[in-house]
């Protein structure tokens, strides 16, 4: 598969498993109107930062890391039925096995040249 071919089908299951948490949350009777809210717009970012990624942005990358490292510390942490947690950490390690190898066709960062003499 080809680093762009990886790049899809990661945006694809950041699609899927953002949709999932936004259920998931949604039916959280417990959380305040307010807190759902805003947990979903949060949620919601994850889908914004995979089209960067599509877009060759590493900002992106970066951003969609440690959104998915943050689902795989609250699949583990977090209580609530196990197949969820479970499908959360399987879908939360798949984006971060993508995105490491499609690393490999982003651009490489240029850092400016120092002028001064030290």
Same mark, same amino acid.
């Given at each position: 598969?080809?680093?762009?071919?990886?790049?899809?089908?990661?945006?694809?299951?950041?699609?899927?498993?953002?949709?999932?948490?936004?259920?998931?949350?949604?039916?959280?009777?417990? #959380?305040?109107?307010?807190? !759902?809210?805003?947990?979903?717009?949060?949620?919601? #970012?994850?889908?914004?930062?995979?089209?960067?990624?599509?877009?060759?942005?590493?900002?992106?990358?970066?951003? @969609?890391?440690?959104?998915?490292?943050?689902?795989?510390? *609250?699949?583990?942490? *977090?209580?609530?039925?196990? @197949?969820?947690?479970?499908?959360? *950490?399987?879908?939360?390690?798949?984006?971060?096995?993508? @995105?490491?190898?499609?690393?490999?066709?982003?651009?490489?960062?240029?850092?400016?040249?120092?002028?001064? !003499?030290?």
């Amino acid at each position: 598969m080809t680093a762009a071919g990886r790049r899809r089908v990661l945006g694809a299951v950041v699609v899927v498993q953002t949709l999932c948490e936004l259920v998931y949350v949604g039916g959280r009777s417990e #959380l305040t109107v307010g807190l !759902r809210v805003f947990l979903m717009i949060v949620l919601a #970012l994850q889908v914004v930062f995979a089209q960067g990624v599509l877009r060759r942005s590493a900002g992106s990358v970066f951003a @969609l890391f440690a959104y998915e490292a943050m689902a795989v510390v *609250a699949a583990f942490a *977090a209580h609530g039925p196990v @197949l969820a947690r479970a499908a959360l *950490a399987v879908a939360a390690v798949a984006v971060i096995v993508l @995105l490491l190898a499609s690393l490999s066709d982003f651009p490489s960062a240029t850092l400016p040249r120092s002028t001064s !003499r030290t």
